[in-house]
């Protein structure tokens, strides 16, 4: 199956040619299935055709429309054509892991030169034996071109061009390699990129001949096993220029999810520490230094955070000047349970940029603190801001300032034991609620802890304090702990209606934490128009 765009004229001067809207390009393309735009004219009866992506790469962005050069005539092996590209996409959608090809090569040089370039691909293809040379039926058919300018890796109906370097069979083989990495990474077959990519580990440093947009590709192949794919970033130049690709690599081995934290740290540390040392000016280290500590607080490994964020701030003491560094900083602080250092970072952060959301964190590290007087007013002002999220946390933390800071015997907001133990003093649930509430803050994700403070906010509090409650459990620890507390809550209902009101207010939460932005991965690099913020997704 596939879709037909008919363009006639009349016109023979025109019968190779047409014009076409480049947004009616981009829109076959983005069609489920494939295209072929057909070109017919009417005084010579003939047919002529390309692809939907050999049109588009004749579109030359930001114009909007291209002069589209039909270089195919249409004949009788043309649908035999277009059935075999049609199974290999349909092979190509499937994305079998541990798919075989098999390699087709054209050569458009002289002999000297064919000779390199085979030699080239010939080891290559002998250490990947997932590759075969000639036509099989059985495997996914590629084919890598030569011609005095550049190497092209076709795949389907995409193609990758290469600069052409024919000095030695191994800068040939450097760039086959890489470029062939990118191409399966692409395609989505990561296992055989991954391989690929350990063929061009083997063959040392490449970054004076390979683009590093390029051979990205191959290092986060190799992410699963996070030191080998910073080797072979290091061999690939990534480190060299702190810009979207060096951050891009940092990001992929935080976000691959297949590897140890502690393995991940250090792949990473071995990754930076190469570039600051590489720096060319005391600025641009401490902007590296800085992207480093940004790492370090998205692996929780806060001390480390806190060591490079100082390193950072002495080397570029334009930071001190920025709320973003004492934000973070103060994330940093309070994470580490370092409240009193917090305090002072976001302090610092309100009176370079005042926001609703560090306003809320000085007030969250000033209870942790013990500074529960002055946490609750500052709590109190950020209790009915526009993020839902934020003003629930706000007024049930505004309550806990004051429930402290009523009795000089309560324990610490900062011990869980110490709050368990003073609540089995208590006689009331009433009284027991406010407690058991500092105590699942204080554990920060405990599903227990969480749900009996939703039961208990829902017999002693209210139905307002009880969606805050539900909302800040599910931020903490997903469904998890008002499944606990529904469980336990049903035998004491007559009828399951009965909790009808808990259920709506629990889908409620799943829908605000579910629809609120995930935490991404950041970093901070300093280019010449300023610092600019790069974020990924987790």
């Known amino acids: 199956m596939f879709y037909v765009q008919l363009k006639a004229t009349d016109d023979i001067e025109r019968e190779q040619k047409t014009s076409m809207e480049v947004d009616r390009i981009s829109y076959l393309q ?31 962005p930001p114009a909007k429309s291209a002069t589209i050069a039909f270089a195919n005539e249409w004949t009788g092996d043309t649908p035999n054509e277009l059935s075999r590209l049609l199974r290999v996409l349909r092979r190509l959608g499937e994305r079998r892991q541990n798919e075989r090809f098999s390699l ?22 002998g250490q990947l034996p997932f590759i075969r040379y000639g036509e099989d039926e059985t495997r996914l058919p590629f084919e890598i071109s030569f011609s005095l300018d550049r190497l092209r890796i076709t795949l389907g109906r995409g193609y990758l061009d290469l600069p052409a370097n024919y000095e030695s069979p191994a800068e040939v083989r450097k760039t086959l390699a890489y470029g062939l990495a990118a191409v399966l990474m692409r395609a989505g077959f990561s296992d055989r990129a991954a391989t690929t990519a350990n063929y061009c580990l083997s063959l040392g440093d490449a970054y004076t001949t390979i683009r590093r947009e390029l ?35 940092t990001a992929e081995l935080n976000t691959g999810g297949s590897a140890e934290r502690s393995e991940v740290a250090k792949a990473i540390e071995e990754y930076y520490l190469p570039a600051i040392n ?29 060591a490079a964020y100082n390193s950072a701030r002495k080397l570029r ?42 306003i809320f964190c000085l007030g969250d590290a000033l209870l942790y603190n013990g500074d529960f007087k002055e946490a609750s007013s500052i709590l109190a002002s950020v209790a009915d801001v526009e993020s839902v999220s934020l003003s629930a946390n706000a007024r049930l933390k505004w309550g806990l300032a004051d429930w402290f800071s009523e009795s000089g015997d309560r324990p610490s ?14 006689d009331t649930q009433e009284k027991k609620f406010p407690a058991i509430l500092a105590s699942a803050f204080a554990s920060r994700n405990d599903s227990f802890l969480w749900s009996w403070a939703i039961h208990l906010s829902v017999v002693t509090a209210g139905i307002s304090i009880a969606a805050d409650v539900v909302l800040c459990a599910q931020e903490a620890c997903g469904s998890e702990a008002y499944a606990m507390c529904r469980e336990r809550a049903l035998p004491l209902m007559e009828d399951e209606t009965d909790l009808k009101q808990l259920d709506d207010l629990h889908m409620e939460a799943q829908g605000l934490v579910a629809s609120a932005p995930r935490r991404p991965f950041l970093a901070r690099v300093l280019a010449a128009e ?3 913020v790069l974020e990924k997704l987790v």
């Open 30 to 60: 983005g069609l489920e299935l494939p295209a072929v735009v057909v070109r017919y004219c009417s005084p010579t009866g003939r047919l002529f055709w390309v692809w939907d992506f050999e049109a588009a790469s004749q579109a030359t």
């Open 104 to 125: 087709a090569t054209r050569y458009d040089v002289g002999y000297s030169t064919q000779l390199i370039a085979s030699q080239a691909l010939h080891e290559m293809a």
């Open 215 to 249: 051979s990205i590709y191959a290092c986060i192949a190799l992410r699963g096993d996070p030191l080998k794919a910073t080797r072979l970033a290091i061999h690939a130049g990534l480190h060299h220029q702190q810009d979207e690709i060096f951050v891009a690599f």
């Open 278 to 306: 590489l720096a060319p000016t005391l600025e641009s280290r401490g902007s590296i230094m800085y992207s480093l500590g940004n790492v370090r607080y998205n692996n929780d490994e806060h001390a480390k955070a806190v």
């Open 317 to 358: 003491p334009e930071y001190m000047k920025s709320d973003y560094f004492f934000r973070e900083l103060g994330g940093t602080f309070y994470n580490a349970r370092k409240f009193r250092w917090a305090v002072s970072a976001y302090r610092r952060a309100l009176e370079l940029t005042p926001d609703s959301e560090t």
């Open 413 to 426: 907001p900062r011990n869980v034991d110490e709050i368990l133990q003073y609540t089995n003093e208590l």
């Open 530 to 532: 300023g610092t600019r």
